[in-house]
């Protein structure tokens, strides 16, 4: 079955959580380790392939990643 993304570019919030995360001052590998404690798995490699648009994102790794950057999910999309 072919994916429904067929382009480069796998999700629209990547550019955002790298910019959210940096002003946080917050090392790839500190927000997958903060992920974790959440019980959502997203190891450091799959961090930088979100931000660079090259990985698909889950309902719940978006949940995670708006508790841990501490914004509501809508601010991903902006």
């Not at 961090?47 to 841990?68: A, C, F, M, N």
């Amino acid at each position: 079955m072919p994916r429904i993304i067929d382009t480069k570019q796998k999700n629209l919030v990547g550019k955002k959580v790298k910019m959210l995360r940096k002003e946080r001052r917050m090392s790839q590998q500190q927000l997958s380790d903060k992920l974790e404690t959440l019980a959502i798995y997203v190891c450091r490699g799959s961090v930088s392939r979100i931000e660079d648009g090259s990985r698909t994102v889950t309902d719940i790794e978006l949940y995670g990643l708006s508790q841990v950057l501490s914004v509501p999910i809508e601010e991903f999309f902006k």
